[in-house]
């Protein structure tokens, strides 16, 4: 593969990060203007996501019943779509808990980018990553001093706040990408 093949696919791998980078900005928009549907919405998510979480270690445990660990595995399948259908059912109750879990999530997220920007500390665009980190853990530091009395606008506004920041992140280093390949064509 050419020098030229090679700058042709990263631009378009970059012209597609350009755009996923917009989306999700303007879904964080969309979510801090609309914070208790993006909560909901959220709640629905990880519901489904348990649910066929759930459905899946029954299916495996179908798959091993001849070799044992089968009753665990249903265990865990009944567990996970009992919860998934629970939050379906109560999506706005459901979000206390959310809440709380996204707090736990958005720390260890600012955590692993503070440490990813200061591994790239050398190339360009490294800073961003470390301001992506730094904002979302004063986020889940939000989150947590404000649950659970806030619960119903915190979710979809921080989701959207962290949104917007990750798609300027994204953004900000795909252009430097483009920058790159741009000087080295």
Do not use: C
Not at 12 to 18: F, K, M
Not at 75 to 86: A, F, H, K, R
Not at 153 to 163: D, F, K
Request: hydrophobic fraction near 65%; charged fraction near 10%; glycine fraction near 10%.
């Amino acid at each position: 593969m050419n020098a030229s093949t090679i700058a042709k696919e990263v631009k378009h791998a970059t012209g597609w990060s350009i755009a996923v980078s917009i989306l999700m900005i303007l879904a964080g928009i969309f979510a801090i203007g609309l914070p208790l549907a993006a909560g909901i919405a959220v709640s629905f998510v990880v519901a489904w996501a348990l649910v066929i979480s759930g459905v899946a270690h029954l299916a495996f445990a179908w798959h091993i019943r001849a070799m044992g660990g089968a009753v665990w595995q249903v265990l865990l399948g009944v567990l996970y779509i009992g919860i998934g259908v629970y939050l379906l059912m109560r999506p706005v109750a459901g979000l206390v808990t959310l809440t709380l879990a996204l707090a736990f999530y958005m720390f260890a997220e600012g955590l692993l980018e503070l440490i990813l920007s200061f591994q790239l500390r050398p190339r360009q665009g490294w800073g961003w990553l470390l301001f992506d980190g730094v904002v979302t853990l004063i986020l889940a530091i939000m989150i947590w001093r404000a649950w659970p009395m806030s619960t119903e606008w915190v979710v979809g506004t921080l989701v959207g706040i962290s949104m917007i920041f990750s798609g300027l992140t994204r953004l900000m280093l795909s252009l430097a990408a483009g920058s790159l390949v741009n000087k080295l064509a």
